[in-house]
């Protein structure tokens, strides 16, 4: 997303017959600049805008209990604790792999300080505020007003959803990956908040990800394959036991990251990407940030050791931007519990098509062909599943870690292995 002008950001600017800014948002107009975001009125633009003696915030919603109450009281109380607000799954991730696959956010408090305070200091920034939702761009997109400071009630999806979900969600669902198609519900001019349905303000302590939240949105919705009877549909998802997740037949390659490491908060030209390996994996790399991050796209089928949380045998899994000492430049040089957790974790890609790679029958074939390590195509459907030898020479440092989702002696005897 390219970044505004300085001026471009903070101008509100008067079109038509607009006069003021009760012109451009009548209700909040009434309560007035200062009451907000303090300051002092009338005034010249420098003493207007002084924090220092006038108190003048930038983003009032920084601080939510206290200024956008008592208009919206009800809200501001349970998305203090949302998962936009408080990044739960992440304080998840971090203490499992610090604590024990037995951990949650709940013990990410027990974690040493230097991670609890850097989660603080460095990760709860990214995660915005009601400002960044609804008036503005949010901060990690360079900011700026979307409506010349209108307040929106449902966020801009270019602008807000997917000026934060960029890499992953807005490069699926936008086709931005090379030799991609836009996700067909893109192309249908659908909007996020068709599919995504639950209340994103509410209290999301009781969940320890993303995945554990009440009303996500499932395929089952809008697709229900067994009213239309399909051959492919049920012998991969039979009426009894678990088949196939829909993503692994509908799914296109997606973005994957091979390390992240935390920035040094003693250094201000601190590099936030540092040095990574898995070189093999990043031939076709799309993004490469300094220090040896980089992006890459792939698509990999992996085993669900997960049966409660998610549906499906068989799943996609995604590279996660994580080793062993990333949180080094915090001061935690190593996460005692790594191994706890797969670094190829579970994935729902924005990229959904009804042809893909897997379900190509063009010609009179059968998807089976592109999918099955049997036959004439066996060596190039290996490819798509993840196998320990993938992560053995690729991630050496993470083959224990992710021996359950590794699909080596979950598939039929009968199939090629690597």
Not at 257 to 265: A, E, G, M, V
Not at 371 to 380: L, P, T
Request: proline letters at 6%.
């Amino acid at each position: 997303m390219v970044p505004l002008e300085p001026w471009e950001k903070v101008f509100i600017k008067l079109v038509g017959r607009q006069k003021s800014y009760a012109d451009i948002d009548d209700v909040h107009a009434i309560i007035g600049c200062v009451t907000c975001h303090g300051g002092k009125e009338p005034a010249d633009f420098a003493t207007a805008h002084d924090s220092e003696n006038f108190g003048f915030v930038r983003d009032p919603s920084i601080v939510a209990e206290t200024n956008c109450n008592p208009c919206h009281n009800g809200i501001v109380a349970t998305s203090a604790n949302s998962m936009h607000s408080k990044a739960w799954g992440e304080q998840t991730t971090i203490a499992q792999r610090e604590l024990g696959a037995d951990k949650d956010h709940n013990n990410f408090s027990e974690c040493a300080i230097e991670l609890t305070e850097g989660f603080s200091r460095e990760c709860s920034s990214c995660h915005t505020t009601c400002g960044q939702c609804h008036i503005s761009r949010p901060n990690s997109a360079a900011g700026g007003f979307i409506e010349n400071h209108r307040f929106k009630k449902t966020p801009d999806q270019t602008n807000n959803c997917l000026a934060c979900h960029g890499s992953r969600i807005a490069t699926d669902f936008e086709g931005h990956l090379e030799g991609n198609e836009p996700d067909v519900h893109s192309t249908k001019y659908m909007k996020c908040w068709d599919c995504h349905k639950e209340d994103m303000h509410a209290d999301a302590s009781g969940s320890a990800t993303r995945y554990h939240l009440s009303d996500l949105p499932t395929c089952e919705d809008c697709h229900n394959y067994f009213e239309v009877p399909n051959f492919y549909h049920q012998i991969h998802w039979p009426s009894e036991g678990e088949g196939l997740s829909c993503f692994v037949c509908h799914s296109q390659p997606y973005n994957n990251c091979n390390s992240c490491h935390t920035k040094d908060p003693n250094s201000l030209n601190a590099d936030w990407w540092q040095t990574g390996y898995a070189e093999s994996a990043t031939e076709t790399d799309v993004h490469t940030g300094s220090g040896g991050y980089k992006e890459f796209p792939d698509f990999k089928i992996g085993y669900n050791y997960d049966h409660k949380l998610h549906k499906g045998k068989f799943i996609v899994v995604r590279h996660i931007p994580i080793v062993r000492d990333s949180y080094s430049p915090w001061g935690h040089d190593q996460l005692a519990n790594y191994d706890v957790r797969p670094t190829w974790e579970y994935t729902s890609p924005h990229n959904i098509q009804r042809f893909t790679p897997q379900t190509d029958t063009t010609g009179g074939g059968y998807c089976f062909k592109n999918c099955h390590a049997k036959g004439d195509s066996a060596s190039i459907n290996i490819d798509r599943y993840l196998w320990q030898s993938d992560v053995d020479t690729d991630y050496p440092d993470e083959s224990i870690a992710n021996m359950p989702v590794v699909v080596d002696d979950k598939l039929p005897d009968t199939w090629q292995k690597p």
